[in-house]
T-cell receptor
Framework: QKEVEQNSGPLSVPEGAIASLNCTYS??????FFWYRQYSGKSPELIMS????GDKEDGRFTAQLNKASQYVSLLIRDSQPSDSATYLC??????????FGQGTILTVHP | SAVISQKPSRDICQRGTSLTIQCQVD?????MFWYRQQPGQSLTLIAT?????????ESGFVIDKFPISRPNLTFSTLTVSNMSPEDSSIYLC???????????FGPGTRLTVL
């Protein structure tokens, strides 16, 4: 069974700090990796997608992928209280099926 | 990205009844999926909705309990049949252009079964 594991939370960081979210996956054949953010009572919204080894930056967000280690991470720089949410790591498998991690609750306190 | 709507946004139902959830997309999409998010949990894939053919169900989900239709490339329905309180969840549809592409999610349907 394909598995996606996220670092246990909840994670609490002060405003302005770097939040680091980690995820490991079991299926070596996975090609696409996603980070979604989900506010309470809302549906998941895409933060980052990454397909190749290395770093991908978008504003305050950086996704890192290491396929050899089966590891993907998300860094949030200059964290803001509005970043407080549940972050979901998702890995794409056969025929586009997404497997989600259990989510990490992030709280950014002023 | 596509604009996705779901109806109803929420409902409270009695056990033993059925509810049909609609997912409408503003553009044609190849891939449509249905997920369940139980309270305090992450998302679990129920099935892939295939246009013009039977849906492909994941382990633990069966057609008799969760019949799915997809008559065209912009619309799909999920029915939750013979509901029990354990079916209380958020049901989400998602769409993608290609299997490796980003999936975008609808706003979800919050279902409570009494």
């Amino acid at each position: 069974q394909k598995e996606v594991e996220q670092n246990s939370g909840p994670l609490s960081v002060p405003e302005g700090a770097i939040a680091s979210l980690n995820c490991t996956y079991s299926d070596r054949g996975s090609q696409s990796f996603f980070w979604y953010r989900q506010y309470s009572g809302k549906s998941p919204e895409l933060i980052m997608s990454i397909y190749s080894n290395g770093d991908k930056e978008d504003g305050r967000f950086t996704a890192q992928l290491n396929k050899a280690s089966q590891y993907v991470s998300l860094l949030i720089r200059d964290s803001q209280p509005s970043d407080s949410a549940t972050y979901l790591c998702a890995v794409n498998g056969d025929y586009g099926k997404l497997t989600f991690g259990q989510g990490t609750i992030l709280t950014v306190h002023p | 990205s596509a604009v996705i709507s779901q109806k109803p946004s929420r409902d409270i139902c009695q056990r033993g009844t059925s509810l049909t959830i609609q997912c409408q997309v503003d553009s044609q999409v190849t891939m449509m999926f249905w997920y369940r998010q139980q309270p305090g949990q992450s998302l679990t894939l129920i099935a892939t909705a295939n246009q013009g053919s039977e849906a492909t169900y994941e382990s633990g989900f069966v057609i008799d309990k969760f019949p799915i239709s997809r008559p065209n490339l912009t619309f799909s329905t999920l029915t939750v049949s013979n509901m029990s309180p354990e079916d209380s969840s958020i049901y989400l549809c998602s769409v993608a252009t290609r299997p490796t592409d980003t999936q975008y999610f609808g706003p979800g349907t919050r279902l409570t079964v009494l």
